[in-house]
């Protein structure tokens, strides 16, 4: 069974996490939000979620299907700073999936050197902060094992996504039809 860990960090964005989430879990894959810190994380909207646990209780020789990072700031930020996320994507990005979304791509996978060589998308202006790299323009990017996301406008697109490449077309296609979502994946 695919398990999926999301990090969670002051200042996420709220609808670029939750909304991958909600898709997920639609899906029937195991979805876990590890807070950094706190189980209570505030996004940059002053929205405080509940984490299932923390980035910091999560077992370190856990193999992840996937892990995901939404944007916001200064929460892709804090989740750069953060040890213990690091070595997580970095793990993760050995045996399975890595996605981001928005201010993500550029803050926390380029300087891990996740993004090297490969085609990813970011929120427009994040590229600053990953001035080798070229971004594409495009709303959901996938190279191989990493997916990549533009902005909170395209959170429903990365969570079918995610479905599709963790337990198929079919049951992405099934997610979308039952929250009638705008086409197909």
């Known amino acids: 069974m695919s398990k999926v860990i999301v990090f969670l960090a002051d200042g996420f964005e709220e609808t670029e996490a939750l909304c991958p989430v909600d898709v997920l879990r ?9 807070g950094v810190g706190s189980e209570l994380v505030t996004s940059s909207h002053g929205v ?31 989740l750069s700073q953060s040890w213990s996320v690091n070595e ?19 803050v926390v996978l380029a300087p891990l050197g996740l993004l090297k060589g490969r085609n990813a998308t970011c929120f427009p202006g994040c590229e600053s902060y990953a001035p080798d790299m070229v971004f594409s323009k495009e709303g959901v ?3 191989g094992n990493i997916v990549t996301a533009k902005s909170a406008g395209w959170a429903f697109d990365l969570g079918l996504t995610l479905v599709s490449l963790l337990k198929g077309n079919d049951e992405a296609e099934k997610v979308r039809k039952a929250i009638y979502y705008k086409e197909k994946i």
């Open 26 to 34: 639609r899906a029937g894959i195991d979805v876990v939000i590890a």
């Open 48 to 78: 405080t979620v509940k984490a299932d646990t923390t980035v910091e209780d999560l077992d370190s020789n856990e193999q992840f299907s996937a892990v995901f990072c939404p944007g916001g700031m200064p929460g892709s930020v804090n």
């Open 88 to 106: 997580i994507i970095v793990k993760t990005a050995q045996t399975g999936i890595v996605a981001a979304i928005c201010a993500a791509p550029a």
């Open 141 to 143: 990017v996938v190279d």
